[in-house]
C-alpha cells in the first residue's frame, strides 16, 4: 500500500474574497460607562450621526442633544473634538437641534412644558426665534438710547360742552 505524500505546505497567502477593508482606528473617546478610552474610526461617527438624527425625532423624550451622548456614553471633549472634525457630525447635531426645538416649542404651547423656560432657550433651537429675540432686542435698546421724551400738552380753549374741572 502506497502512502499519499502531503503537498508541503504554501507560505504564500491567497487574498480573502468579498472582505470589506477595516479603515483604521483614528480617533477614540472616553467611555462615560467603563471609565476607559474607545478607539473608533471614522464610520464609527458617521453611525452616531445617523443614529442622532433618528433618535431626536423619534424618541417623545428627547430635549436635549447631551441626552443622546449620555446615552452613547461620549464624553464632551471627545464630542466637541469630533464636532471640529467632522462636518457631518455638526450637520446631524443642527438636525436634532431643530427637531427637539420643535418639540419644545410644540410642548410649551401645549402647557407640557414650562413655557417661559421655553421661551428662554428657544433661541439655541431655532433661528428664527433667536432673530426675533435679536429684534426685540435692538428695538429696545434704540429706544433707550432715545432719551428721555417730552410730551407738551396745550390747554384747549374752554367749552361750553366741557364743563369745567372743580378745584
Known amino acids: 500500500m502506497r502512502k499519499k505524500i502531503a503537498k508541503p505546505i504554501s507560505k ?42 433618528t433618535w431626536a425625532i423619534n424618541d417623545k423624550d428627547a430635549l436635549k442633544v447631551i441626552q443622546y451622548r449620555h446615552l452613547k456614553a461620549i464624553d464632551d471633549k471627545s464630542w466637541e473634538r469630533w464636532l471640529a472634525k467632522y462636518e457631518f457630525l455638526r450637520d446631524a447635531q443642527k438636525e436634532a437641534e431643530r427637531a427637539i426645538g420643535a418639540r419644545r416649542e410644540i410642548g410649551g404651547l401645549t402647557k407640557k412644558y414650562d413655557s417661559s423656560m421655553i421661551q428662554y432657550s428657544m433661541p439655541h433651537y431655532d433661528k428664527d426665534w433667536k432673530a426675533n429675540v435679536e429684534w426685540r432686542s435692538n428695538l429696545k435698546a434704540e429706544q433707550q438710547n432715545a432719551g428721555t421724551q417730552v410730551v407738551v400738552i396745550e390747554k384747549f380753549p374752554d367749552s361750553k360742552l366741557v364743563p369745567e374741572k372743580k378745584k
Open 12 to 53: 504564500e497567502r491567497k487574498p480573502a474574497k468579498n472582505v470589506v477593508p477595516i479603515k483604521p482606528f483614528n480617533e477614540e473617546y472616553l467611555n462615560l460607562f467603563t471609565d476607559m478610552h474607545c478607539p473608533v474610526n471614522e464610520d464609527y461617527i458617521r453611525r452616531v450621526a445617523t443614529e442622532l438624527r
